[in-house]
């Protein structure tokens, strides 16, 4: 059985490199992975970077605008860094042009997001999930009254609404606490690309469990991952490519064999059946160089072409 059979797969958007990203190859990228048949494109949010990072609404919104069906997604947004009245009217405006295809990712962050832009870290547990409340209840309702600890509202209003009823926002990160919360607040989780695959592996246990003790069916909860890739007929060739990236932008070495897949076809095959089998429902490629020849190959790889 080909893997496309047994769940959907993501393609990550070019967006995120340490070499520049031509804005034709994000165009060729988006198209031919939607005529391929994946489900979604994704991208990041890295905005202080060392490395070339497209922002993430601006990005979707040129995706959306030269692709018709594929949904669009971003894994994750800081919301700490963003207002999230300013959060709700971007995602909502991206949903809106595209059709109803989005998917907005959000996350904690991380200790360098609060020092850089600096915001406090008291409360950032209670700011994010008021956060995600008031987005969602602006994209619902006509006139908002929010008087919470961090955020205030009497009766304001935004517009467009989404065409999606709700928009999904789905969590991302694998530290037991935010999968649990995952399980209470969003609409789907994804594990990160830095974190190792043996993590996903752990953390899936810990998302069903808090899933079917809030009343919720693990079975049609997207539980996902992101997957740096590469493939290549020679393994040394898409091992070489792939140590580079989680050298150069990762500064983590040995994620090249705990967090990411290289091979063959046939090896980054099976070690995606493999996550597949730990409990993923989607799974979300990302090539990390030769774009548009990977989304190619690894749409053969799952079955796809």
């Known amino acids: ?178 999968v649990r919360r995952a399980a209470a607040i969003a609409d789907g989780w994804m594990g990160s690309g830095g974190s190792s695959i043996a993590e996903f592996g752990r953390s899936v246990p810990l998302l069903r469990e808090a899933l079917e003790k809030a009343g919720r069916d693990p079975a049609t909860y997207p539980i996902s991952k992101r997957i740096f890739m590469a493939v290549d007929e020679k393994p040394e060739v898409a091992r070489a490519e792939l140590h580079r990236w989680f050298t150069d932008v990762y500064h983590n070495p040995p994620g090249t064999d705990a967090s990411g897949i290289h091979g063959t076809p046939e090896q980054v095959r099976e070690k995606l059946q493999a996550v597949i089998a730990m409990g993923a429902n989607h799974l979300l490629l990302n090539p990390v160089s030769r774009y548009e020849e990977q989304v190619q190959a690894l749409a053969e790889v799952v079955g796809l072409a």
């Open 1 to 178: 059985m080909a893997l496309k059979d047994l769940i959907p797969f993501g393609m990550s958007l070019p967006h995120r490199s340490p070499d520049a990203i031509d804005v034709a190859s994000v165009r060729a990228v988006a198209q031919r992975a939607e005529a391929l048949g994946f489900h979604d494109l994704w991208v990041t949010e890295n905005t202080l970077d060392h490395v070339t990072c497209f922002d993430p609404v601006v990005v979707l919104t040129y995706a959306a605008a030269v692709t018709t069906r594929i949904r669009l997604g971003a894994s994750v947004v800081v919301l700490a860094i963003h207002s999230p009245l300013m959060v709700a009217h971007q995602w909502a405006t991206l949903d809106h042009l595209s059709g109803g295809r989005a998917i907005l990712g959000v996350g904690l962050g991380r200790e360098h997001h609060y020092r850089q832009f600096e915001v406090p870290e008291e409360g950032r547990v209670a700011r994010f999930r008021e956060a995600v409340a008031l987005i969602r209840a602006l994209w619902a309702q006509q006139k908002v009254e929010h008087q919470g600890r961090f955020y205030h509202l009497a009766g304001d209003t935004m517009w467009p609404k989404p065409v999606q009823k709700p928009l999904p926002i789905w969590m991302g990160v694998g530290h037991p606490n935010a």
